[in-house]
């Protein structure tokens, strides 16, 4: 029989509680496991925003004239709610490796979280081609990849001359607007220099900064040098000061020497036996520069001539005009090969050089001599004597200036001192005696003076031309010698141009005319006065050419013409070259016939018209017993007779295998071939009616050159 137990509150209560603690604990697991499960969630979700990558702007156009650009990345994340308290860092780099040359940009890394970063862009043309170029800069990120595209256009840079135009002429001592147009890419500061064909002889401007903006033009004024010649192969450059390798030239540009003002300088007579007034001088313009005409193409409009202030009838009086290519002419060029040449202009081998462009465009009968001076132990030595052998001088220049030259004290001014006592002592007006001076002017060594200078100059009427080199402190000094002397100063800043300015000089050397007429008064007339007035280019020269003259002085029969004979002081080579003049031609003249006594070989040749020639299309003949006879060509026609009064050149003797210190050649003249009366006579020498006899006396030393 089973047992029930008793069933009583007491059992129940217990049951119940136990229950009770059991539901209990039940809950609590629960609870905690769900509120770890929220805890867990909430890690899980609660997190800071990743980043967002965001470009603005994402095309950089430079265009041609831009080279800064920028563009911003910016991280577009937001702190946003409970499960987004913060953002996370933008971590950025722009790949640099692949970059073109002409491309800069900064930074290329960084992290951005609130504050955007800003990247600059920079372009430098001068590594681009021209044209347009174009790069993609990719930009690697924690947010993902993007690209800025980059456009540049580079236009060709240009500078452009637009003022003046080619084949603008500009006149001498004008102002004259140059004007230009220049790309962005061109620096803002220019040099502008003149051309003579393809040699750099001026600056105009140096280093001009012309610079206002972008696209403004350039303009700079130039007054044109007065040592520029007239010409038309000039040109005018402009470059880049910055790159020179950027320019622009227009030519050709035409220089003129309008004639402003004339000057009648250096005026001297050589009136002379029979009825011959002689004026001699220079014409200089408003800057002291020589005039140059063409004394063939000059009308008496122009030159007028009075005797007692009545005009002379020009075709009368036979009246003419010479330039100095007709007559003689002595040039003693003086080189300065001192230190301080060598110091201020470097390489001066432009001095020999131009030294040979003025013995080059020396006639046949003109005479050459060079003096040079270098060093302290030494006075100044000659290294050519007077000659009329032009590859002799040119030769003395060229080997000593290709020798090791010594170089020290400069001693300038006894350098042409030792010029200047070359010339005769006792001046002699059928001669121009020109001494040519290339220096700086310093001097530190000289016994001798400025004023002794000038000083012997006029005593011996001899011109000092100068070419003075650099800005030294004796410019002053160097341009007083040329005015007091009657010559011309020209200025060259340095050797580079030397050469160039120096054909100023020649030109200048080149400037001395004569006017000659037979007068028709007579000794019973007494003294009268004869003006002269020279007219060029609608300009008067000042002042008249004046003297008076004593007729009883010169009067003599025009029916007798004048010889004389110019020889060389001094034999090179072993030869000799001997001119005959004609210093006075009588009327109808198409005939000479002379006899030269020489047992020597030699030769007899006729002078140019360009060296003074007055026979040049005559007809040169040796006759069986010696005789020379020059003949017109045709003596029948008086067309090619030699003009009454005139002067020049007949022919040249040409004598080798001198050994000798000098020696003497009979010379006669046949006057009996004149059937009017005509006969020649030696200058200074009593008139012979048959026969015209002299010894002409050559040379007094001998200079042996193998």
Same mark, same amino acid.
């Given at each position: 029989?089973?047992?029930?137990?008793?069933?009583?509150?007491?059992?129940?209560?217990?049951?119940?509680?136990?229950?009770?603690?059991?539901?209990?604990?039940?809950?609590?697991?629960?609870?905690?496991?769900?509120?770890?499960?929220?805890?867990?969630?909430?890690?899980?979700?609660?997190?800071?925003?990743?980043?967002?990558?965001?470009?603005?702007?994402?095309?950089?156009?430079?265009?041609?004239?831009?080279?800064?650009?920028?563009?911003?990345?910016?991280?577009?994340?937001?702190?946003?709610?409970?499960?987004?308290?913060?953002?996370?860092?933008?971590?950025?780099?722009?790949?640099?490796?692949?970059?073109?040359?002409?491309?800069?940009?900064?930074?290329?890394?960084?992290?951005?979280?609130?504050?955007?970063?800003?990247?600059?862009?920079?372009?430098?043309?001068?590594?681009?081609?021209?044209?347009?170029?174009?790069?993609?800069?990719?930009?690697?990120?924690?947010?993902?990849?993007?690209?800025?595209?980059?456009?540049?256009?580079?236009?060709?840079?240009?500078?452009?001359?637009?003022?003046?135009?080619?084949?603008?002429?500009?006149?001498?001592?004008?102002?004259?607007?140059?004007?230009?147009?220049?790309?962005?890419?061109?620096?803002?500061?220019?040099?502008?220099?003149?051309?003579?064909?393809?040699?750099?002889?001026?600056?105009?401007?140096?280093?001009?900064?012309?610079?206002?903006?972008?696209?403004?033009?350039?303009?700079?004024?130039?007054?044109?040098?007065?040592?520029?010649?007239?010409?038309?192969?000039?040109?005018?450059?402009?470059?880049?000061?910055?790159?020179?390798?950027?320019?622009?030239?227009?030519?050709?540009?035409k220089i003129l020497q309008p004639v402003r003002k004339i000057k009648i300088l250096n005026q001297t007579t050589d009136h002379q036996i029979p009825n011959?007034?002689?004026?001699?001088?220079?014409?200089?313009?408003?800057?002291?520069?020589?005039?140059?005409?063409?004394?063939?193409?000059?009308?008496?409009?122009?030159?007028?001539?009075?005797?007692?202030?009545?005009?002379?009838?020009?075709?009368?009086?036979?009246?003419?005009?010479?330039?100095?290519?007709?007559?003689?002419?002595?040039?003693?060029?003086?080189?300065?090969?001192?230190?301080?040449?060598?110091?201020?202009?470097?390489?001066?081998?432009?001095m020999a050089l131009s030294a040979k462009d003025l013995i080059e465009s020396l006639n046949d009968t003109h005479q050459v001599g060079v003096v040079e001076?270098?060093?302290?132990?030494?006075?100044?030595?000659?290294?050519?004597?007077?000659?009329?052998?032009?590859?002799?001088?040119?030769?003395?220049?060229?080997?000593?200036?290709?020798?090791?030259?010594?170089?020290?004290?400069?001693?300038?001014?006894?350098?042409?001192?030792?010029?200047?006592?070359?010339?005769?002592?006792?001046?002699?007006?059928?001669?121009?005696?020109?001494?040519?001076?290339?220096?700086?002017?310093?001097?530190?060594?000289?016994?001798?003076?400025?004023?002794?200078?000038?000083?012997?100059?006029?005593?011996?009427?001899?011109?000092?031309?100068?070419? #003075? %080199?650099? $800005?030294? @402190?004796?410019?002053? *000094?160097?341009?007083?010698?040329?005015? !007091?002397?009657?010559?011309?100063?020209? +200025?060259?800043?340095?050797?580079?141009?030397?050469?160039?300015?120096?054909?100023?000089?020649?030109?200048?050397?080149?400037?001395?005319?004569?006017?000659?007429?037979?007068?028709?008064?007579?000794?019973?007339?007494?003294?009268?006065?004869?003006?002269?007035?020279?007219?060029?280019?609608?300009?008067?020269?000042?002042?008249?050419?004046?003297?008076?003259?004593?007729?009883?002085?010169?009067?003599?029969?025009?029916?007798? #013409? %004048?010889? $004389?004979? @110019?020889?060389?002081? *001094?034999?090179?080579?072993?030869?000799? !070259?001997?001119?005959?003049?004609?210093? +006075?031609?009588?009327?109808?003249?198409?005939?000479?016939?002379?006899?030269?006594?020489?047992?020597?070989?030699?030769?007899?040749?006729?002078?140019?018209?360009?060296?003074?020639?007055?026979?040049?299309?005559?007809?040169?003949?040796?006759?069986?017993?010696?005789?020379?006879?020059?003949?017109?060509?045709?003596?029948?026609?008086?067309?090619?007779?030699?003009?009454?009064?005139?002067?020049?050149?007949?022919?040249?003797?040409?004598?080798?295998?001198?050994?000798?210190?000098?020696?003497?050649?009979?010379?006669?003249?046949?006057?009996?071939?004149?059937?009017?009366?005509?006969?020649?006579?030696?200058?200074?020498?009593?008139?012979?009616?048959?026969?015209?006899?002299?010894?002409?006396?050559?040379?007094?030393?001998?200079?042996?050159?193998?």
């Amino acid at each position: 029989m089973s047992y029930i137990p008793k069933d009583n509150g007491e059992n129940i209560n217990r049951e119940n509680k136990k229950t009770y603690r059991a539901k209990k604990k039940k809950r609590f697991i629960f609870t905690t496991i769900a509120l770890i499960f929220i805890a867990i969630l909430i890690i899980l979700l609660r997190r800071d925003a990743p980043p967002i990558l965001e470009i603005s702007p994402i095309n950089l156009n430079f265009g041609d004239k831009q080279t800064d650009m920028e563009f911003t990345i910016k991280n577009a994340a937001k702190a946003e709610g409970f499960f987004r308290p913060d953002v996370k860092n933008l971590t950025f780099e722009i790949e640099s490796k692949k970059h073109p040359h002409w491309l800069t940009i900064k930074p290329v890394t960084g992290a951005i979280k609130e504050t955007p970063e800003k990247i600059s862009v920079k372009v430098d043309r001068n590594f681009m081609p021209y044209g347009s170029s174009m790069d993609e800069l990719r930009i690697l990120t924690n947010a993902g990849d993007a690209k800025v595209r980059i456009l540049v256009q580079k236009s060709e840079e240009r500078l452009t001359l637009i003022s003046p135009a080619a084949s603008t002429s500009i006149s001498v001592g004008d102002n004259r607007s140059i004007e230009w147009t220049a790309t962005s890419g061109v620096s803002e500061s220019v040099n502008i220099f003149l051309y003579s064909k393809e040699e750099k002889i001026g600056t105009i401007a140096d280093n001009y900064n012309f610079r206002k903006d972008d696209t403004s033009k350039g303009s700079f004024t130039w007054k044109v040098d007065d040592f520029i010649r007239e010409g038309d192969d000039y040109a005018i450059r402009i470059e880049d000061a910055v790159n020179p390798a950027l320019f622009d030239e227009i030519r050709p540009i035409k220089i003129l020497q309008p004639v402003r003002k004339i000057k009648i300088l250096n005026q001297t007579t050589d009136h002379q036996i029979p009825n011959t007034i002689q004026f001699i001088f220079s014409l200089r313009d408003q800057s002291n520069h020589a005039i140059l005409f063409d004394p063939n193409k000059v009308v008496w409009e122009n030159i007028k001539i009075w005797e007692n202030e009545t005009e002379i009838d020009y075709l009368e009086s036979h009246a003419l005009l010479y330039s100095q290519d007709d007559f003689q002419l002595q040039v003693m060029i003086v080189l300065d090969y001192s230190a301080s040449m060598y110091e201020k202009n470097g390489d001066i081998t432009r001095m020999a050089l131009s030294a040979k462009d003025l013995i080059e465009s020396l006639n046949d009968t003109h005479q050459v001599g060079v003096v040079e001076f270098h060093r302290p132990d030494k006075p100044p030595a000659i290294l050519q004597d007077f000659t009329t052998y032009k590859n002799a001088a040119i030769e003395a220049v060229r080997q000593f200036s290709s020798g090791k030259i010594y170089r020290d004290f400069s001693s300038c001014w006894d350098a042409v001192l030792k010029g200047l006592k070359q010339f005769p002592e006792k001046p002699d007006p059928d001669i121009f005696k020109t001494l040519v001076f290339l220096s700086d002017g310093f001097d530190n060594s000289s016994f001798s003076t400025p004023d002794n200078v000038i000083s012997l100059a006029k005593e011996r009427d001899v011109h000092i031309y100068v070419l #003075g %080199i650099g $800005r030294g @402190s004796e410019e002053d *000094v160097l341009k007083n010698i040329a005015l !007091e002397t009657g010559g011309t100063y020209v +200025h060259a800043e340095n050797i580079a141009v030397l050469q160039e300015r120096f054909k100023q000089t020649i030109k200048d050397i080149k400037g001395q005319y004569k006017i000659k007429y037979i007068t028709p008064k007579k000794p019973e007339d007494g003294k009268f006065i004869v003006k002269s007035e020279i007219t060029y280019g609608g300009v008067i020269g000042a002042p008249l050419l004046h003297d008076e003259v004593e007729p009883s002085s010169i009067f003599g029969k025009t029916i007798e #013409g %004048i010889i $004389r004979f @110019s020889t060389p002081s *001094v034999i090179m080579y072993n030869q000799a !070259e001997i001119f005959i003049w004609c210093e +006075h031609v009588p009327r109808y003249i198409n005939e000479f016939r002379f006899w030269i006594g020489l047992e020597k070989p030699y030769d007899v040749i006729l002078t140019s018209s360009y060296d003074g020639g007055l026979c040049q299309n005559w007809i040169l003949s040796k006759d069986p017993d010696g005789w020379y006879r020059l003949s017109s060509p045709d003596k029948t026609d008086p067309r090619y007779n030699l003009e009454f009064g005139d002067f020049g050149t007949l022919c040249k003797i040409v004598v080798a295998d001198i050994y000798e210190k000098g020696f003497a050649i009979p010379f006669k003249l046949d006057n009996s071939i004149y059937d009017m009366g005509q006969v020649f006579y030696e200058e200074g020498k009593i008139s012979q009616s048959k026969d015209f006899s002299t010894i002409i006396s050559v040379g007094n030393t001998v200079e042996w050159i193998p």
